[in-house]
């Protein structure tokens, strides 16, 4: 059972966890280095505890105390409770869900067991938007995708942000990184994956001539905001994709076009 601690000062040195959380570039470093993320408001908090993974410690204004009781009860955590105003000047921001989490990271899989299990999985180059990665989390959750894999310079799915926004889908996903890139990309293809490239050029194939949906197994690539997949990518690609565009459109949000994407690599496949 989590213990009810009272706190009034916010250099109280229990509260490590979770000062400074608006410092994107602290954060990135110390996060990942401390074994730890957080996760922000009740159903985020709920969906990493069911996800299997261990709380560090709890942060709650009082009025929040009822109604994580549960979860209070549950947690061999300590449970760290402050006025608003308090949680504002530890955190940097006014914390409006009212329940913050610090919860321990697992070990990473390694991409080699994740492909050994998955039929469709999304492989992301240099996306650094935290945003866009939970955006792509999201969908790739809710439309059946296996596995996500990440070059080294993609943004953390466990940052605050890339957590939030998607509600919690990261958790949903198994995720790994690849060690090196583009090289990693050839263990996706020696394990039976067509690698398909996701990108605006006209030269690209349309996504539903490709049909996608009746291969075997697939490998979307997707590349970051703006600048897209790099040439080095798109060379180790087996095929570039596009989805069509009218009204003299001639892309879409990578969040966007990653769901539209999801969607015909998946069809017809049955979803958990």
């Not at 000062?9 to 608006?22: A, E, S, V």
């Not at 402050?82 to 990271?105: I, N």
């Not at 015909?264 to 496949?269: E, L």
Request: glycine share 8%; with cysteine; net charge negative.
């Amino acid at each position: 059972m989590g213990e009810l601690i009272t706190i009034d000062t916010p250099d109280d040195p229990r509260l490590h966890d979770y000062t400074g959380l608006t410092d994107v570039e602290l954060r990135r470093r110390r996060e990942p280095a401390e074994g730890l993320f957080i996760a922000e408001g009740e159903k985020v908090i709920r969906r990493a505890g069911d996800a299997g993974y261990a709380m560090r410690s709890m942060l709650l204004s009082a009025k929040w105390v009822d109604t994580m009781r549960d979860v209070i009860d549950e947690a061999p955590a300590p449970v760290y409770v402050v006025e608003p105003e308090l949680a504002e000047r530890v955190t940097g921001y006014h914390v409006h869900r009212g329940a913050l989490a610090s919860m321990r990271r697992k070990p990473l899989h390694s991409a080699a067991d994740l492909l050994r299990a998955a039929r469709r999985v999304v492989v992301m180059e240099s996306v650094n938007d935290h945003t866009n990665i939970g955006a792509i989390f999201r969908s790739a959750a809710a439309l059946g995708i296996d596995a996500v894999l990440l070059s080294p310079d993609c943004a953390d799915p466990l940052y605050r942000r890339s957590v939030k926004v998607p509600m919690g889908a990261v958790f949903s996903v198994p995720y790994a990184r690849l060690d090196t890139w583009p090289a990693g990309l050839a263990t996706v293809g020696e394990a039976g994956f067509t690698l398909l490239a996701l990108t605006p050029d006209e030269r690209a194939e349309p996504l539903d001539e490709v049909a996608p949906h009746r291969m075997d197994r697939v490998a979307l690539m997707l590349g970051a905001e703006g600048d897209g997949l790099s040439r080095r990518a798109l060379a180790a690609a087996d095929r570039w994709v596009r989805i069509p565009m009218s009204h003299g459109v001639d892309s879409l949000n990578v969040g966007a076009a990653a769901a539209v994407a999801f969607y015909a690599v998946t069809a017809g496949r049955p979803t958990e």
